[in-house]
Structure formats: C-alpha cells, structure tokens
C-alpha cells in the first residue's frame, strides 16, 4: 500500500520567507508526528498530532513554527520568517495508534536549505 | 538534555562479520525500543523493535538485546552484507509516543 508521502521533497528558499510543507500519511493512521534531521545529525521531535486531541507540540524550536492537521489527514509544517539554522530535513511519519502500537512509519523528507 | 545514547558513531564490518551498535537510555518511562535504517536520500525505516518484558528480539539476521537493569540496548547483525551499510538510529518512547532518538551510527560492510 501507499506509505508516508511529503512534499516537496527539495525547498530552497531565501533568509525571512515563509515556508510551508506537507505530509499526507498512510490512510487509516490516527496519529502523525513531525521530526527534523539537521546534517550529521539525529532526529528531532517537532510536533505529534492524535485524533482530534490538542496537538503535543513541545519540540516545536521557537515560534515561528506552526503545524496544523486538516480533517485529521493531511498535516503542514510552516515555517515563518525562515533563518539559516532551519536548514535541514524534515521528517514526517504516522503510526495507527498510540494505544495499540508505537509503530512510527517514516516519510521520504523534504530537505528545506535556506539560502 | 540527551536522553538515548548511541554509540559508535561510526562502523566499518567486513562482509559476513558481525555489526554490533549500542545504546542506552536514562528515561525509566520509556517501554518501546525500536531500531531504524536509513539509507542516503530516505526516510528512516523500522526495522526492528523491543519492549522492556523481553530480553532479546531476533528478526532474521538483526537481533535486539536488552538490558532492563543496565538500561542499554544493542543491534546485533549477523553475516553483514554490504547491502546493510547504512545509518542506523535507535529509540525510545513511553506513554507519550513521540520517539527520542539516539545519534545514529553510519555502518559500513567492506567486501
């Protein structure tokens, strides 16, 4: 079946621009979570949506980063006002459910370089 | 504050040889311990997974170790072939499901 899909997968974009990104996850998942991949570097938890319960966004880096979860489907990542050190890959993955399984399935990333 | 750490960082195994990553956690929380491969350009894919009532998991030639008291984990990989060479990532998560990575170890299988 289909898995995690992202787009775009390459954003190149210039210092204070908005950016946006999307991540359609496997159909049927429940909860969804976005993570960031800095170069030579690990992953890093953003934001986690479940049902229709308030998002977790306790990894969010500061304020200029937002995401939203339409029809709880389809998720966008945006980054306002973008800076250098936002450059990185954007990881989004989707699970069934965060009773049953912990079972995170990874999309194929949009790498954003800010330029 | 680092809470999953990994090690080596990096890992050069002949072909057939044994690969062996470690990690270990500070969380007494966290109760599910996945390990994923990455390979250049993709997402991260799971690739096996334990929780803390069993003390080894084997899939094929990967197998978890677990060692609740110590609280490390490790990836073995048997008869390693030069298709395994990739960045492998451990986890870990509890009730809050969010995964807390380590910082990966980039394996490499010489012929």
């Known amino acids: 079946g289909a898995g995690v899909s992202q787009s775009p997968s390459n954003k190149v974009t210039e210092k204070g621009k908005d950016v946006e990104l999307r991540c359609d996850p496997i159909?049927?998942?429940?909860?969804l979570y976005w993570y960031r991949q800095s170069l030579g570097q690990g992953l890093e938890f953003l934001i986690y949506f479940q049902g229709n319960s308030a998002p977790d966004k306790s990894g969010l880096p500061s304020d200029r980063f937002s995401a939203e979860r339409t029809g709880g489907s389809v998720s966008t990542l945006t980054i306002q006002r973008t800076q250098q050190e936002d450059s990185a890959v954007y990881l989004c993955a989707s699970s069934l459910t965060r009773s049953l399984t912990y079972e995170q399935y990874f999309g194929p990333g949009t790498r954003l370089t800010v330029t | 504050q680092q809470q999953v750490k990994q090690s080596p960082q990096s890992l050069i195994v002949q072909k057939g040889g044994i690969s062996i990553i470690n990690c270990a956690y500070e969380n007494t929380a966290f109760d599910y311990f996945p390990w994923y491969q990455q390979f250049p350009g993709k997402g991260p894919a799971l690739l096996i997974a334990i929780r803390p009532d069993v003390s080894e998991k084997k899939e094929g030639r990967f197998t978890i170790s677990f060692n609740k008291s110590a609280k490390q984990f490790s990836l073995h990989i048997m008869d390693s072939q030069p298709g395994d060479s990739a960045t492998y990532f451990c986890a870990a998560t509890g009730t809050a499901s969010k995964l807390t990575f380590g910082t990966g170890t980039r394996l490499q299988v010489t012929l």
């Open positions: 159909s049927g998942h429940t909860a």
